[in-house]
């Protein structure tokens, strides 16, 4: 069995229209349960914000076709870890969308405003406290599944090119 994998990366949207949301979430549905990929996407109207988890190959896989997407623009990889287990097992691609520019009602993390939703200025230690607090609502879980982490996690000024960072993080053995 391979190492469960999950990563996040957002990036700007280009050449997208709000209405087009639906469409990519029937695609990704469909593609993700395919490939035994669950997550989560954010959109706001101007960014993405997607968590990934599955097998190191259908990531990369996924990755490099986001990557390649013209309706993607500044993608910025936040994460990439091992997981013992699956953060959001239930969905295929869960989503949180919102046609202003603002994800108001998704008050998740106190120290993260989404009223000025920024993820490409947040640090990794955020991403992962936004997303595990998003699983954990979703779920329903009785305890968070994150622990506070021993060492702040500096954010770090990632390569232009988001598949060779991701590239770096799976060949490190994340």
């Avoid at 406290?129 to 770090?156: G, H, N």
Wanted: net charge neutral; glycine share 6%; charged share 25%.
């Amino acid at each position: 069995m391979s190492t469960l994998i999950g990563m996040a990366y957002c990036s700007r949207a280009t050449q997208f229209s709000f209405d087009e949301v639906d469409e990519i979430l029937q695609v990704s549905r469909r593609n993700n349960a395919r490939d035994g990929l669950t997550g989560a996407l954010v959109y706001d109207n101007t960014t993405f914000l997607q968590w990934l988890e599955g097998g190191e190959a259908e990531i990369r896989d996924v990755f490099s076709r986001i990557s390649r997407d013209s309706r993607h623009g500044d993608i910025k990889l936040l994460t990439v870890r091992s997981l013992a287990g699956r953060w959001f097992p239930d969905w295929s691609m869960t989503a949180a969308v919102t046609e202003g520019k603002a994800l108001r009602g998704l008050k998740l993390v106190a120290h993260i405003s989404l009223s000025g939703f920024a993820p490409h200025d947040w640090s990794e230690a955020d991403v992962t406290t936004f997303m595990t607090s998003l699983s954990d609502y979703l779920t329903r879980r009785p305890a968070p599944k994150s622990e506070p982490l021993q060492t702040p996690v500096e954010p770090r000024k990632l390569a232009s090119d988001p598949m060779a960072s991701l590239d770096r993080q799976l060949r490190r053995g994340v």
